[in-house]
């Protein structure tokens, strides 16, 4: 499979860390249609192609991708600019359970880097609100300033169908906020957990104990989704690199129920 | 197909076929002597075979030997399998070139169909059930993998029937082999006693107008039967077994046996099995440039789950200890295989065993592990 040309619309960088890429058809052709939850291969010219995940908005034309600089490909694609042209291979793999979580309670609970890939499903329940019960963003960083999309939070967190609860690892001068880890803010949220379905992301550590802390709460294994990571070199179940026991992370992921995979997730270096 | 077409054709006549394929414009390949081991390669004439030579393998040893006659089949897997023809070692993906702001990718595709129309000749039972894995790996899914799928319906393939164990074989536990089921054109049983000559079964079409341009006739009862009691032979003098029963319980139950701590200290994370593995499937991508960056290449390459880098993920490997490398290995191979493919992902070849510098044998680690599983389950392995 090729990459497709996408070109730079914007680039926007986020934190210390972080950027956003926009991104549109170079040849000016089809919208981008993904599910939320999925994710892109993206080719850096000459320099090698990762996976990341979708953040923007499902409905919207442009492709839009939030990710930390941390490798060679990641590190060069933070360099780009405007006009520059990279390769898009996608969308793949699994996406967030929106349609099953209608007339449910919905907790989104996010670490760090975690935030991106729940953004589209934020957008969904939003722009259907009406289908959905309570909805619950419970977002953890490490510091104040690793907090992604501060403008967006503080514009949802001033709706009252949307409860925002955010909390850093540690605080800086000036922060009121929360301190402490995400999985704290599971008893601040108020949702029903017999009828709710929770979407988790962050490292494997947090989303075992933020599932964990769910279902102490009464939350099935069954209605908790979390979205895993994996090394790809392919992106659609052939190169082998993304195994997790007997699933492909790129194919049967990167969105499992959280009962698919439990069992996985406590076994070393599986 | 009712009853299979058996023909009889003498050593001379597989010269024949070798020619009559190359005129088809097919590329045959097969086993050839080069150093010390029998590989695979391009051949134009039987002269090219191994003939009159065998090997002894065993955990970690490779010997070629000379037999004093004629034969040209009488030897096991060597280090080669046929899956560096159907799925090469490495591949040009595409090549981008810079323009202007951006740059424009071509996709690799074949210059000429004669380069990848390849005849394989000698494909042991064991190596042909390794195809049918790769073609449900590279084709059966939702994704498939274009090259593979391409060369795979070009090839021609003559199977040939084990009428020799060898050392370190365990196909017939496993069921494969060593006599060659379905999915090959023609079928040979070499059999050589008082006479020389070789058993062809067709399988396909194909195979079947492919053998009537060479000398043959049709095979007498006794002349197959002589054949097949060969091949019998093979499979009652092999020496290993792997029991492919409930591999998936076995291995999914025993994550934590000591066993794993055993092999790692024995494991050099070389990744031999996984390179001479027939079914091992795992790939990498390289991305290049020339030194002024107007063009860039990316270069699919097998890759191997004994390396660090395999996993790494921000942060680090995903696997960083070489036991739980060997633990995923064989745990995919034998349990989750099935899970993805429907069908284990070991057939008996050996390969791995041989090949492995300080021989470690899948078999016999599998056995370990297979028997704690029993004894929990109050079996006695013995007595099964």
């Excluded at chain 2, 006549?13 to 695979?40: D, W």
């Excluded at chain 2, 032979?233 to 934590?256: K, V």
């Excluded at chain 2, 027939?278 to 440039?289: G, L």
Aim: proline share 5%; charged share 25%.
């Amino acid at each position: 499979m090729v990459p497709r040309p996408y070109i730079v619309k914007r680039i926007r960088k986020d934190t210390v860390d972080t950027f956003t890429l926009e991104l549109g058809p170079k040849d000016g052709r089809s919208h981008f249609s993904f599910a939320p939850g999925q994710f892109n291969m993206i080719y850096i010219y000459g320099v090698g192609e990762v996976p990341i995940s979708i953040c923007g908005e499902p409905s919207n034309s442009t492709l839009v991708h939030t990710t930390r600089a941390v490798g060679s490909v990641t590190k060069a694609m933070s360099k780009l600019r405007r006009g520059d042209i990279v390769g898009i291979r996608g969308p793949f793999g699994t996406s967030w359970p929106v349609e099953q979580a209608r007339t449910r309670d919905v907790v989104v609970v996010a670490g760090g880097i975690g935030l991106p890939p729940l953004r589209p499903a934020l957008y969904h329940l939003l722009a259907h609100r009406d289908a959905y019960g309570k909805v619950v963003l419970l977002y953890g960083t490490r510091t104040p300033d690793d907090i992604l999309f501060k403008e967006e939070l503080e514009n949802w967190r001033a709706r009252f169908d949307l409860e925002v609860f955010v909390t850093v690892d540690r605080g800086t001068p000036g922060w009121r906020g929360n301190v402490g880890v995400v999985t704290t803010l599971i008893t601040k949220a108020g949702f029903d957990p017999t009828n709710t379905i929770a979407m988790i992301v962050g490292p494997e550590v947090m989303m075992r104990f933020t599932a964990l802390e769910l279902m102490k709460r009464g939350v099935k294994a069954e209605a908790i989704y979390v979205s895993m990571e994996r090394n790809m070199k392919c992106g659609i179940g052939l190169c082998g690199h993304c195994q997790f026991g007997p699933l492909f992370t790129c194919k049967d992921g990167p969105v499992f129920r959280y009962d698919q995979i439990k069992d996985l997730l406590v076994k070393w270096e599986i | 197909m009712s009853t299979p077409r058996m023909y009889r054709i003498e050593p001379d006549a597989l010269n024949e076929l070798i020619q009559s394929l190359r005129q088809q414009h097919y590329t045959v390949i097969g086993p050839t002597p080069r150093g010390a081991a029998i590989v695979l390669d391009e051949i134009t004439s039987t002269s090219q075979l191994p003939i009159g030579k065998t090997d002894e393998q065993a955990p970690a040893q490779y010997r070629l030997k000379e037999r004093g006659d004629d034969a040209m089949f009488a030897f096991s897997a060597g280090p080669h399998s046929w899956k560096r023809y159907l799925f090469p070692p490495v591949l040009k993906l595409f090549s981008s070139r810079k323009n202007g702001e951006g740059f424009q990718i071509s996709e690799e595709l074949p210059s000429s169909d004669h380069e990848e129309k390849y005849a394989l000749l000698g494909v042991r039972a064991c190596d042909l059930s390794a195809i049918q894995i790769q073609d449900k790996v590279f084709g059966g899914g939702t994704y498939q993998d274009p090259a593979y799928v391409r060369v795979r319906n070009q090839a021609f393939i003559i199977a040939v029937n084990c009428t020799r164990a060898g050392g370190t074989c365990f196909c017939s536990s496993v069921r494969t082999g060593p006599r060659a089921r379905v999915g090959f054109d023609l079928a040979m049983s070499e059999v050589l006693d008082s006479e020389h000559y070789f058993i062809v079964e067709v399988g396909t079409d194909r195979g079947e107008n492919v053998i009537s341009t060479v000398t043959s006739r049709a095979a007498e009862d006794g002349e197959v039967e002589k054949a097949e009691h060969l091949i019998r032979a093979a499979a009652q003098s092999t020496g290993r077994s792997l029991e492919p029963d409930n591999t998936r319980e076995i291995l999914y139950q025993n994550s934590d046996h000591p066993r794993w701590d055993t092999v790692a200290a024995r494991c050099l994370s070389c990744a031999n099995c996984t390179m001479v593995c027939p079914t091992c499937f795992c790939a990498t991508v390289e991305d290049t440039t020339d030194l002024a960056g107007t063009s860039a290449d990316r270069i699919r390459k097998w890759d191997s789950c004994f390396t660090l880098d395999f996993s790494y993920i921000h942060g680090g490997s995903v696997r960083p200890s070489s036991k739980a490398r060997y633990r995923h290995w064989i745990t995919h191979k034998l349990a989750s295989w099935v899970d993805q493919f429907g069908t284990i992902g070991c057939v008996g070849c050996g390969r791995c065993i041989t090949w492995c510098p300080v021989g470690i044998d899948i078999t016999e680690e599998f056995r370990v592990i297979r028997e704690t599983y029993l004894m929990k389950r109050g079996t006695n392995p013995n007595k099964e």
